[in-house]
């Protein structure tokens, strides 16, 4: 793939000057935003990362850096490399053309800056459908990155009708959640939990401070040579046994989160799983209908039934490419309807959440929703990430649930998140209409967490999730 730079050159080169609208006041200004300090990373947004490969089609982009607590620092005026591998371009707010500029390995780049902390850029689509790569350097920082899918010109536009909206029935429990499925690996390298000096249970731990609910991720064939975990094959469905047992004797609620591949899905990469690798769509479809079931019909066999199940992880993009990326939109819906179906067929009450990344992209959630709702894709409860350095601000998160608790009728939860704790839940728990149904976060054992130390002793922070619990769930 190639960058478009005839797109990049056209006009005058103007050197990129990127002002932020007037003020940008922030309603957590005060946990999310220093005025000076010590830069770790670039935090860079794309409020779409889907768009049509028509030449117009545009989403905005936001630019900052952040330090190590992901705090927007307000007065940096750092110098920005803008990189494009793939069909698109970027140019400033305002519609004029960035400097192009080459680097010491010959790399084209659109140069800039950030103003008063922010930079704000347009990503306009090219022509052709791609997966394109947008990453933005600054110095020695942590470069911040995006991948935007760009569809077919002819991409079907569908929109949901009146009676495809209806409410959720099915009752949904609040939730403080924790997906903790690296636990069995980080265990078997002889960690132990401590408190006070004392050592504890992981899960036990997580329960006395206010947590209810357990997440864990399951992978088809994880012990593949090309899976998450050759020859242990952790989060496997015996590994899940296993790990539900603990989870339910705790007298916790489960989440199960299906991957729907031997490896990590997320909106960059849902490959098959080794063993579904040459089927066609309809023998997809019914490999992930019966797969679905026969792992809940082993968990409620063993007497520990998921209290929620995921169709799916981060499927911005879609699952089972390429038979099921997003550029097949009915291709898509099929396959997620086999999902539904087969936690229908061993359980009508369980509740089916259909799980997003970019909590805070309205743009992007919409246009996913909306064209799967109107293919017929049914669930139960919308699920969010949320991750500043590519998900936006808490301003962002919060507009972004509001909107779509609003729009769909049906309850949202930030189904992985690691920042910003407190506000991530307030923000949940506040919506309208107690549509918000609480936040689960991601791998919280360890120490880049804020709540364990390097030697696994629980930190003062986790004292946070008891106050938390004492306001929503009690």
């Given amino acids: 793939m190639k960058i478009k730079c005839a797109l ?24 999310s935003q220093v005025e000076s300090g010590k830069a770790f990373s670039v935090m860079l947004t794309a409020y779409s990362t889907t768009l049509i490969a028509n030449g117009t089609d545009q989403t905005r982009l936001r630019i900052a850096v952040i330090d190590s607590l992901s705090r927007e620092i307000t007065s940096a005026s750092d110098s920005l490399s803008v990189f494009i591998t793939g069909d698109g371009a970027v140019k400033n707010e305002d519609g004029t053309t960035l400097v192009m500029k080459q680097d010491t390995g010959g790399r084209i780049y659109a140069a800039t800056k950030l103003e008063n902390g922010i930079c704000h850029l347009i990503f306009i689509a090219g022509k052709k459908p791609d997966k394109v790569k947008l990453e933005v350097r600054s110095g020695k920082l942590w470069p911040g990155g995006h991948e935007i899918h760009t569809l077919p010109a002819g991409f079907v536009m569908m929109e949901p009708k009146p009676e495809q909206l209806a409410a959720t029935v099915k009752p949904i429990e609040r939730m403080i959640g924790a997906d903790i499925s690296f636990l069995p690996q980080i265990e078997a390298k002889g960690t132990k939990f401590r408190e006070n000096g004392n050592e504890t249970d992981a899960i036990l731990l997580l329960k006395k401070h206010g947590f209810n609910y357990i997440r864990l991720r399951i992978f088809v064939e994880p012990a593949n040579e090309k899976g998450y975990a050759p020859r242990e094959g952790y989060c496997d469905l015996n590994h899940t046994l296993y790990m539900a047992k603990r989870v339910k004797e705790a007298g916790m609620r489960l989440l199960l989160d299906f991957h729907y591949s031997d490896y990590w899905a997320d909106p960059q990469q849902q490959f098959k799983p080794l063993a579904w690798s040459t089927l066609d769509l309809k023998s997809l479809q019914d490999s992930v209908k019966q797969y679905t079931a026969r792992v809940l019909s082993a968990l409620k066999k063993q007497g520990t039934p998921p209290d929620m199940v995921q169709v799916g992880n981060e499927i ?10 997003i550029s097949n939109p009915d291709n898509l819906a099929a396959l997620l309807k086999s999902g539904v179906e087969g936690v229908t067929n061993v359980d009508t009450g369980i509740p089916v959440m259909m799980h997003l990344a970019l909590g805070g992209q309205n743009k992007e959630a919409v246009f996913w929703l909306d064209n799967m709702i109107a293919r017929g894709v049914k669930f139960d409860i919308i699920g969010i990430s949320y ?29 992985e998140y690691s920042d910003f704790k407190k506000q991530v839940h307030d923000i949940v728990f506040t919506l309208p209409d107690g549509l918000g149904k609480g936040a689960c976060i991601w791998e919280p054992l360890n120490a880049w967490s804020g709540l364990f130390d390097q030697e696994n002793n629980v930190k003062p922070l986790m004292l946070t999730y008891d106050s938390l619990a004492r306001q929503y769930l009690r």
């Fill in 8 to 31: 990049l050159f056209a006009g005058i080169l103007l050197l990129g000057s990127c002002k932020p609208p007037v003020g940008e006041p922030s309603e957590f200004a005060s946990v």
């Fill in 316 to 325: 911005n993009h879609g699952i089972l490419w390429p038979d099921g990326h």
């Fill in 387 to 415: 991750y500043p350095r590519w998900h936006g601000t808490l301003d962002d998160l919060k507009s972004n649930l509001t909107d779509l608790s609003r729009r769909y009728h049906k309850p949202v939860n930030v189904v």
